[in-house]
């Protein structure tokens, strides 16, 4: 019999399935909730809706890291400019290419170019990259994760071809927000990088770390919200993780459980969203990609970049699957999804409410 505590639960989750938003403190008994029946029952009904939109298919992006350079200094991240310890590397237009050619041929129909805040890649180096991209592989989308830039610049990179754009808010808390970067950075740029993302014409990605140095369940619930009104087509959910090289590396990571509760709880509020399971819950837990699919999660970004510099590129300590070969990845990731009873599409894997709309 479950008591009536456990009883609200199930409750709650059937409302937010059907109402896609809570009042504070139902999202509060969701964030809380020790209750391994309730957490299971979330999972499931994460996954049910999931399955409803995307069967048992799960997109791959192919990552490319292509500069580790930064000059933003976010205290928690690894190649904040602050870091003397960092070996610092960038790639050229061919070498970029030649990441895209082992991508394509093993399947991969999204590259993601993901760099510090880098103002080497001028925009004219960027756009080049982005056309010689789309002119080798016009089937392919490109998505953007190269910080903020003012809306000219995000503009011209629509413009040459440029897909897709994930810029995390991180937290929508000022206060938050101020903690966990130095002044120059503030949480209103952000937000209005986010939203001209979306005036351009971007699928747009925001998102946060689970368990960040000084979260709050307050500041999780205020992220929630925000998600909601942005409506984004793509959100980034993975545990903080510390890096050694930081202010922040005595802080505790974040946790699997919650991280998990998260992916379901945004699931159950955006139903077509492209949600990853991270490297980051790849690094906390062994099976963590195959628990973040199981909590609602159907986007996985294998790593494309050069195996020399993979080790370079830590935005935290221990990242996983720096040591492979793409090839052996996607063989890795293949055989982990077939467990679980799922498998990769070599579709684009666009948003559903974006699809064929734009193919160059
Ligand atoms: N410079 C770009 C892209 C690289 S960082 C940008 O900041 O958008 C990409 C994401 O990595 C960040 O948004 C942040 O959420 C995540 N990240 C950085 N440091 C991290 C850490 N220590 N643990 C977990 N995620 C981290
Ligand atoms: Fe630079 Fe991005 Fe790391 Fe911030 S999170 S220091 S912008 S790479």
Not at 293 to 319: C, E, H, T, W
């Amino acid at each position: 019999m479950r008591n009536e505590k456990e009883e609200n639960v199930y409750h709650v989750i059937d409302l937010l399935e059907k109402h896609r938003t809570l009042i504070r403190g139902d999202f509060k008994t969701l964030l809380t909730v020790d209750d391994k029946d309730g957490e299971a029952y979330l999972f499931s009904r994460a996954r049910a809706i999931t399955e409803e939109r995307f069967g048992k298919d799960i997109y791959i992006r192919g990552l490319i890291e292509f500069s580790n350079y930064c000059k933003q200094n976010c205290l928690y991240c690894g190649l904040r400019r602050d870091n003397q310890n960092v070996e610092r590397y960038r790639l050229d237009k061919e070498e970029i290419l030649e990441c895209c050619k082992e991508g394509y041929a093993l399947g991969f129909r999204t590259f993601v170019l993901q760099s510090g805040e880098d103002d080497y890649y001028t925009p004219q180096k960027m756009i080049d990259i982005i056309q010689s991209i789309k002119t080798n592989y016009p089937d392919c989308a490109i998505t953007l994760s190269i910080g903020e830039k003012d809306k000219e610049t995000l503009d011209l990179y629509y413009r040459a071809g440029g897909n897709r754009y994930l810029l995390r808010h991180e937290t929508i808390t000022a206060e938050h927000y101020n903690a966990l970067h130095p002044k120059e950075m503030q949480i209103n740029t952000r937000k209005e990088c986010l939203y001209q993302l979306q005036e351009i014409g971007f699928q747009t990605g925001c998102g946060i770390m689970v368990g960040s140095p000084f979260q709050t369940v307050d500041n999780i619930i205020n992220d929630l919200y925000f998600m909601a009104d942005l409506a984004p087509e793509m959100i980034g959910i993975g545990p903080y993780l510390p890096s050694q090289d930081t202010p922040f590396k005595n802080k505790k990571a974040g946790s699997l459980e919650q991280t998990l509760r998260l992916l379901s709880l945004v699931r159950l509020m955006h139903p077509d969203v492209l949600l990853p399971a991270t490297t980051a819950l790849a690094t906390i837990h062994p099976k963590g990609r195959e628990k973040g699919i199981l909590a609602g999660a159907n986007v996985i970004m294998p790593n494309l970049s050069p195996l020399r510099f993979r080790k370079k590129y830590q935005l935290y300590d221990n990242k996983a699957c720096t040591g492979d070969e793409a090839a052996h990845c996607i063989g890795c990731l293949e055989r982990r999804l077939h467990s679980i009873g799922y498998r990769i599409s070599r579709d684009r894997g666009d948003h559903i409410k974006r699809r064929g709309e734009r193919i160059v």
